[in-house]
């Protein structure tokens, strides 16, 4: 094993904190490979990728990753289901227009799903907008609203009511704003968030309640 690169990114040390060694992880939207040769190098985890830019994908490569060229917003009909154990979707679900449609999707290939996005209902972006009357530029949110890749904008709140209307189970939940963790009224004091999610046991499909695990409880 390697020495963990202590200048890792804060979303990337919990999410590979949270991945089991020799786990199967495929990640959607996986960039240049970060994460993923990380989990492979450190953790012997089995991993996959699908990315859509070009350049990123030379980068895997370079890596020596496995990684497929392709939109995840086509859904994942390729792969049966549970073939992975975690499907991981970190800052790609703001991105796509059938956010929905890609959770379940996430679900159905893998026995969890790790989601993580920037809180659109964080302090510094609800002053900016309040005072500023412009839509808000914060660190989890650098572009201005005419170059910005996003297409949807939520906060911890919003995400924390779609997995009760889906009936996800949020087994984890952790908060960040930079280096730091947050665990008191992260709707207003995180930056971003990362979710542990899972379909309740004896369940096929979404629908049902949801079982919320460890978080923070408090939000504004």
């Known amino acids: 094993m390697e020495t963990i690169d202590k200048d890792i990114r804060p979303d990337h040390r919990v999410i590979f904190d949270w991945i089991d ?26 991993v996959q990728g699908i990315e859509l830019d070009e350049k990123a994908i030379y980068e895997c490569v370079k890596k020596g990753l496995s990684v497929f060229q392709g939109d995840i917003e ?12 975690y499907v991981i979707l970190n800052q790609s679900l703001q991105e796509v227009r059938k956010a929905s449609f ?8 893998g026995e969890r799903a790790i989601v993580g996005f920037p809180n659109f209902a964080h302090i510094g972006a609800r002053v900016s907008l309040f005072f500023g009357g412009r839509a808000p ?5 650098p572009y201005r609203w005419y170059d910005t890749p996003n297409v949807r904008f939520l906060s911890i709140g919003d995400f924390r009511g779609v997995c009760a209307e889906m009936g996800f189970a949020v087994e984890k939940a952790a908060f960040l704003n930079g280096q730091k963790a947050i665990t008191f009224w ?22 049902e309640r949801t079982a919320e695990g460890p978080g923070t409880k408090s939000e504004r």
């Open 21 to 46: 060694p020799g786990a199967r992880v495929l990640d959607l939207g996986c960039g240049d490979g970060e994460l993923i040769d990380l989990l492979s190098r450190q953790k012997d985890a089995h």
């Open 74 to 85: 086509t859904g994942l009909a390729e792969y049966p289901d549970r073939c992975f154990d």
């Open 102 to 109: 890609l959770l379940r999707e996430a679900l159905r290939v």
């Open 137 to 141: 530029m914060t660190p989890s949110l």
């Open 186 to 207: 992260p709707n207003l004091r995180a930056l971003s968030a990362i979710f542990l999610l899972s379909l309740p046991d004896g369940r096929a499909h979404a629908g």
